[in-house]
Nanobody, 113 residues
Framework: VQLQASGGGLVQAGGSLRLSCTAS????????MGWFRQPPGKQRKLVARVSSTGVTYYIESVKGRFTISRDNTENTVYLQMNSLKPEDTAVYYCNTYIGSFPWGQGTLVTVSS
């Protein structure tokens, strides 16, 4: 499986971005997927996850601001990010929620104050 994330960029605080991640391979629809982020100099951590049936989970700091969704027909998982804050600045990756696929390059999100 190959994972390709896109949609990052530079945005002002309070702005929005929509990240996309497309997976190759036939196992996507059965996988519980997640979005992770790695701020500069810090570890990569799970931000949100969506089960194969659409049940979602978010870390506390993004609840009400981020929305994870998936389109199994397109092998794609999305992360809609609203009301962005400077502390959301990170490289964002998608993977299964336990990181079982090879990691892709991620997409950089920079939020300016």
């Amino acid at each position: 499986v190959q994972l390709q994330a896109s949609g990052g960029g530079l945005v002002q605080a309070g702005g929005s971005l929509r990240l996309s991640c497309t997976a190759s391979g036939s196992t996507f629809s059965r996988a519980h997927m997640g979005w992770f982020r790695q701020p500069p100099g810090k570890q990569r951590k799970l931000v949100a996850r969506v089960s194969s049936t659409g049940v979602t989970y978010y870390i506390e700091s993004v609840k009400g601001r981020f929305t994870i969704s998936r389109d199994n027909t397109e092998n794609t998982v999305y992360l809609q990010m609203n009301s962005l804050k400077p502390e959301d600045t990170a490289v964002y990756y998608c993977n299964t929620y336990i990181g079982s696929f090879p990691w892709g390059q991620g997409t950089l999100v920079t939020v300016s104050s």
